[in-house]
């Protein structure tokens, strides 16, 4: 992580650095691997199965996304790192 960077609410109007991305986008391959997985075993009966789908949809993905988005850089420094 570049020391520019920051993380809280006045990032969310800066550039998200490709870190953050990267680690949503694991975060969201990963869980949906874990719950095709989970629904192909059968190891959780239906009901628990679609309450954890609802869970990790609904409310697990966009606060990974939130924070994820919460990370910023400034401008300057993402010129800089593209030209490396």
Do not use: H, R
Not at 4 to 20: E, I, M, Q, W, Y
Not at 28 to 54: C, D, N, R
Not at 66 to 75: D, Q, V
Request: aromatic share 14%; glycine share 8%.
């Amino acid at each position: 992580m570049d020391k520019n960077t920051t993380f809280g609410l006045d990032s969310l109007s800066k550039p998200t650095p490709a870190f953050a991305k990267n680690i949503f986008y694991l975060y969201f391959i990963l869980s949906k691997a874990a719950i095709g997985w989970l629904g192909y075993t059968k190891l959780m009966p239906p009901a628990a199965l679609y309450e954890t789908l609802g869970f990790v949809t609904l409310m697990l993905d966009p606060i990974i996304l939130g924070l994820s988005k919460m990370f910023g850089c400034e401008p300057s420094n993402l010129q800089n790192n593209e030209t490396k």
